[in-house]
Structures are given as structure tokens and as C-alpha cells.
């Protein structure tokens, strides 16, 4: 490999503009990371009347300080719920992320009862069941701490109650996979939510908080006349004592979080997978992409540029350089682990799709991860693009994409549009890591091409009738499609959404893709021990 000679300078007025847009993007993003935390704050005198840490401070107890903690779905239910922008709050009442409890690396899931007392919404289901997906493909415990209102009955669908169900099924199927699933009960887990704890391996009671029962006081009255107190009905000490729900009460939150630390050292869950090799510093900073990549999509980026900066050393080797060259195909190391670079300077061609589709099946049979920088309009169309076969050459690439036995990891980078997001490992295909940079724009295409076609086609239908074309009509229609489609293909709308893992800082991506190799070749060594059904409470 050698290292990558860059064309762009630092102090070009390209340069600063690019990065002005881009941090402008994620100062967006950042303040709305604060909003969450903000209005979750404001609960704080009720955590304190309680005796209790507020959610944000368990996790910030429970993770090993000063180790690397990536969060995950932080933008889940924004414009939701709300769909007004100045006031809609992000991470779906759920704080989320990969970290490490006692050197082990673990999905630790945080219920936010500081944001509507962490009742949860569909978006907070999608989250919760990417978490648990997550947490199986990577092999790592499960730790939840819990304290939730249940379903939000304000915004109860049907939907909300058929997908929550699933949250339970995952829970069982990690404890049959041999993933430790552990819970701490800071406060009530009520109705369906009490089958969370039920279907733990390790759970820890809070004293005096902590609750876990299918129904609380006023509706056990309403429901059989019988007049309780909810202490009685599921209190952390009566399941202590009589049920055997809890394994450990704690005296309050900070001790339930101690003792979750010490269940985790008990576990035997040690680091497996072979030793990182030393690695260099990107010669070219991972900072300097901020200015690399221009936020509108429809300037062009040489992808080179981006790799360059995440690779160790800056060093790169190019396959088939020349062949298809719209679509690149990059080998490199990042933090002293080989990877396979996959991205895209234009619209993949039919060259450009069997160059890739060749180039995945050699990382394949290497066992070398793929990363796909997607930064495409999608694949050709045209007379000479159909009849040189892009329907084939592309379908071929799908089906590598899919089929895929090494890690795969996503980054939405810009473009990311109709079957060229297929092609290059977008939602729907399996990514062990996919996540988005604020600029990007992903969907079935853009707003100016979809409002085109749509004018040409009622061009034609005007043309066959005979009759002029509404050009005042038009005009309105193209601005209406245009509007439509951007505002969906906007990253904090489609993040929102749950449609990625995560928005993330361009500048972190050497970082987060570092993180994320080191989880899926951890998960890739680790043996597990199955059983048939899960931890049971007989």
C-alpha cells in the first residue's frame, strides 16, 4: 500500500466553506442530543425526592470511566411524535449504547423516566428491538436499567403492541443464545413491562423504588374490587422475598449499579479475539473531513480523499483502478485491522458494479470486513448503461452485498439513492453497523428527479389529450413533489425514523469504525454456551 497523495488543501476557501456547512450540521445535531438531556433534567427533584440517580448518572456509574462508549439510535422518534422541529425531542426516551462494564464490552440500555416517564412510543419499540438485535449478532450482555411508565397510552397503535412483543422474544432468545441478559429495577415496570425483568437472567431490586407488577394498585381495583398498595403487589422486597423475582435488593440506585458490576465480573466474560497489531496515525487528520465533503451531494467528492483519512498511515491500495473508476474499491487498515473500502465518486455503472461485485467476494474469501462509504445517485440509467447490462451487474452486486459472511459496517457519507443504496449495504441489508452523517441524503431518489418524472409524465398525458400543458399547475406540482421527497431523504428525518444506527460526527468515523471492527471480530471469536430455552424462574 502507499500512502495517498491528497488534492485538496486546508487552506482553500473550499475548504473553509465545506467545513463551516458541515459543523453547522453537527451543531444541529449536538443540541439536539442536549435537548434530550435538558428535558430529562427536568425531572431531576423528583429523582432527588426519591433518593434515586437520575437515568443519565446510572449510566454514567455503570460504564468503566474513561473507556469508549458508542451511543446508538440518538436521533430514534425525532419528528415523530412531534413533528415540529423546534421542539421534538430525540432518543425515543431510551439511552443506548455499546460500552464497557468491568472491562467486558456490553449493550447497556438505559429506560429515560426523566422524558415522560420513559413510556415508550413505536420508535422506542424499533430502538429497543435494534438494541436487542445488536446485542445477539455481537454476543454481548444485556444490561437494562429499567424504570418505565410501559406503552405511552396517549399514542397507543396496535402496531406499538404486536412489535413490543418482540422486545420479549429477544430478551428469551438471547438468554437460549447464552447472553447474559441483566436488570436493574431503579423503579416501576409495570404491566407488560414486568415480563422484562421476568425474562432476565440476573435481576437487582432498588428498596423502596423499585417495582415490577401487571398491574398497579388502581387497576387491580378497578379491574377485581381488591384494594392493594403497590408495594405489596410487586415491590423490589416482595419479589425478593416471596416471588424470587429479585436475586439482590439493593439499598438504592448507586448500590444496584455496584452490584450489576459485580454480576458482570462474575461471568467469566472475558476478552477473546486475537491481539490488535500496532497501527499509525492517519497521515492526513480524520478532522480535516469535516472540509473534504461539500453537505450538498450534488457537488462532487472523491471518496479517496475521505478514505485517506481514516486509514492507518493514510495508505491505501486501489483495485482496479481504472476499470469502472466511478466506483472505488479500496483496501486499507484501520487501528491495525484490514478492512475492504467500498465507495462511490458518481452513479454506479455496469463496469463499476462487477468491479465491486468481484472486489466483495475476494474480501469474502479473505474474511476481511467490508465498510461501505455510500455517496451515490444510484445506478446508471440509459440506453447504453441497460443494454451493456446493468440490470444483471447490479443484481449481481446486491446479491454479494447480501450474502456477505464477513463484518459489514454502512456510513450514509452523502447520496445514498433508490437500488444504489441496495448495492451498497443500505438498510435493508444486514449491516452489523450502519449509521449516517448529518449531511446525508438517502432515499428512491431525489426531489428534483422525482418532481421530473413526474412533470414528463403529465407532459405526455397533456400531449396525448391534445390539449396545452398547465405550466402554472405544473410549477406547483414540482415544488410540491421537490419539498416531499427532500424533507424525507434528510438524515435527521430518516434517522428519526430508526432507518440507521445512529447519526455520528464525519469527524469521528475513524473512531466509530475502530470501535465497531473491534465488536464484530470479538463477537466473531467469542463461544458462546446455548440451551434450549433461556434462563427459566422455576
Known amino acids: ?125 424499533d430502538k429497543a428491538l435494534g438494541a436487542i438485535a445488536i446485542a445477539e449478532r455481537q454476543k454481548l450482555p444485556f444490561i437494562h436499567l429499567v424504570e418505565s411508565a410501559g406503552a405511552d397510552l396517549m399514542r397507543y397503535t396496535v402496531e406499538l403492541w404486536a412489535h413490543g412483543g418482540g422486545m420479549f422474544a429477544g430478551l428469551a432468545r438471547l438468554s437460549a443464545a447464552g447472553i447474559p441478559v441483566i436488570t436493574v429495577l431503579h423503579g416501576a415496570s409495570t404491566a407488560g413491562g414486568a415480563y422484562q425483568p421476568g425474562l432476565s437472567d440476573y435481576v437487582i431490586g432498588v428498596r423502596g423504588n423499585g417495582m415490577a407488577m401487571l398491574a398497579g394498585a388502581a387497576l387491580v381495583q378497578a379491574a377485581t374490587g381488591e384494594t392493594a398498595q403497590d408495594a405489596d403487589l410487586g415491590g423490589a422486597e416482595m419479589h425478593a422475598a416471596t416471588t424470587g423475582l429479585v436475586e439482590y435488593l439493593a439499598a438504592n440506585d448507586a448500590h444496584g449499579i455496584e452490584i450489576a458490576r459485580e454480576v458482570v465480573a462474575g461471568l467469566g466474560w472475558t476478552p477473546c479475539g486475537p491481539a490488535l497489531a500496532d497501527y499509525a496515525e492517519p497521515v492526513l487528520p480524520p478532522d480535516q473531513i469535516a472540509g473534504v465533503v461539500p453537505v450538498d451531494y450534488r457537488t462532487p467528492c472523491d471518496m479517496r480523499e475521505v478514505a485517506a483519512r481514516i486509514a492507518d498511515g493514510s495508505d491505501l491500495r486501489e483495485f482496479k483502478p481504472d476499470f469502472g473508476p466511478a466506483t472505488l474499491c479500496l483496501q486499507a487498515r484501520v487501528m491495525g485491522q484490514p478492512v475492504g473500502l467500498l465507495g462511490n465518486n458518481g452513479p454506479l455503472d455496469p463496469d463499476g458494479a462487477a468491479k465491486a461485485t468481484h472486489f466483495l467476494q475476494a474480501m469474502d474469501q479473505a474474511g476481511t470486513p467490508v465498510v461501505f462509504l455510500n455517496n451515490t445517485t444510484g445506478y446508471m440509467v440509459g440506453t447504453a448503461s441497460e443494454r451493456a447490462g446493468m440490470i444483471k451487474h447490479g443484481a449481481k452486486m446486491i446479491q454479494a452485498v447480501t450474502n456477505l459472511r464477513v463484518p459489514k459496517i454502512a456510513l450514509y457519507t452523502g447520496a445514498s439513492f433508490g437500488a444504489g443504496n441496495y448495492g451498497m449495504c443500505g438498510y435493508a441489508f444486514g449491516a452489523d453497523f450502519l449509521f449516517t452523517w448529518p449531511n446525508a441524503m438517502t432515499g428512491v431518489m431525489g426531489g428534483a428527479q422525482a418532481a421530473l418524472t413526474m412533470e414528463q409524465v403529465a407532459r405526455r398525458t397533456a400531449e396525448r389529450k391534445g390539449v396545452e400543458a398547465d405550466e402554472a399547475r405544473l410549477a406547483g406540482q414540482r415544488a410540491k413533489i421537490t419539498a416531499h421527497f427532500d424533507r424525507q431523504s434528510d438524515a435527521f428525518y430518516t434517522s428519526g425514523r430508526v432507518l440507521d444506527m445512529g447519526m455520528i460526527d464525519p469527524r469521528d468515523t475513524r473512531a466509530v469504525l475502530g470501535f465497531c471492527l473491534q465488536t464484530c471480530q470479538e463477537a466473531r471469536a467469542r463461544q458462546l454456551n446455548p440451551n434450549s430455552f433461556g434462563v427459566a424462574r422455576i
Open 1 to 125: 500500500m502507499s500512502e495517498f497523495q491528497t488534492k485538496i488543501s486546508p487552506d482553500s476557501e473550499t475548504f473553509a466553506r465545506n467545513r463551516e456547512d458541515m459543523l453547522a450540521l453537527v451543531k444541529r445535531m449536538r443540541d439536539l442530543e442536549a435537548r434530550a438531556a435538558a428535558k430529562s433534567e427536568e425531572r431531576r427533584p423528583v429523582f432527588d425526592k426519591r433518593g434515586q440517580l437520575s437515568p443519565r448518572e446510572r449510566v454514567s456509574a455503570l460504564l468503566d470511566p474513561g473507556l469508549p462508549f458508542l451511543e446508538l439510535y440518538n436521533m430514534a422518534s425525532y419528528l415523530v411524535d412531534d413533528p415540529d422541529p423546534d421542539t421534538s425531542i430525540p432518543g425515543a426516551s431510551i439511552i443506548l449504547g455499546i460500552g464497557y462494564v468491568e472491562g467486558v464490552r456490553a449493550m447497556v440500555f438505559a429506560d429515560d423516566a426523566g422524558i415522560n416517564a420513559g413510556a415508550m412510543t413505536q420508535k422506542s419499540v
